[in-house]
């Protein structure tokens, strides 16, 4: 059986749950954290969560993950038929992870941690934020969905916000949703659907247990 590795507090371990559950495929979770030891880099070379498991073998990178999780199972489709729009939606995911996810998580360590702010990161990561929003505004349709219909950008989409969101009123005092026209309403669709408010639903419960054990 696939097994999906990582923790559900991490938002591109959920990325792949939710692309999962949305295809209705059959899979095993197995907790993992992200790990240097031997065994765990024999499954996720980098050490990083997620990993999938298959009768293949392994592969690691959430972007190659949802590839060959819409490769493999054809139906419902979460990428266009075609090409061009596919590649369109991919254009979209690229923006969300590079410059959204990757600058907001600078700032994990001081919203999550209580490590100290960095100034470097305060100064660097919004002109990224900015440019990165100001992509998706030219972009995306939000009819109703980032790029029309329901695709994998969404499910990027709802599980990059979810953290970039707060991590931006905290240290920007800025609600970075929006500044979107239209993200808003899209972000709770696709947290809405069914794999949507499953994956939401665990990723909160995670998050809580995690905040609790830490202050503990």
């Not at 470097?120 to 980032?146: I, M, W």
């Amino acid at each position: 059986m696939t097994k999906l590795y990582g923790f559900a507090v991490s938002n591109y371990y959920n990325m792949v749950k939710f692309a999962l559950l949305e295809k209705g495929a059959k899979f095993e979770e197995v907790a993992a954290m992200p790990s240097q030891e031997n065994d765990y880099k024999a499954k996720s070379p980098m050490g990083k969560v997620p990993c999938l498991e298959t009768d293949k073998g392994f592969l690691s990178e959430t972007n190659v993950i949802l590839e060959y999780i819409e490769a493999s199972h054809a139906s419902p489709a979460l990428l266009p038929a075609d090409a061009f729009a596919a590649a369109k939606v991919r254009e979209v995911m690229k923006v969300i992870e590079l410059y959204i996810e990757l600058p907001a998580r600078r700032h994990y360590g001081e919203l999550f941690f209580g490590a100290p702010r960095s100034q470097a990161a305060f100064d660097e990561a919004r002109p990224v934020l900015e440019n990165g929003v100001n992509a998706l505004k030219a972009l995306c349709s939000f009819k109703p969905f980032l790029c029309g219909n329901f695709s994998l950008a969404d499910i990027m989409a709802a599980h990059t916000f979810i953290y970039a969101q707060p991590v931006a009123q905290a240290i920007y005092g800025w609600d970075l949703v929006a500044a979107v026209p239209g993200l808003g309403a899209a972000l709770e669709a696709t947290n809405a659907r069914a794999a949507g408010a499953k994956v939401m639903a665990d990723q909160q419960a995670a998050l809580k247990a995690f905040q609790e054990q830490a202050k503990g």
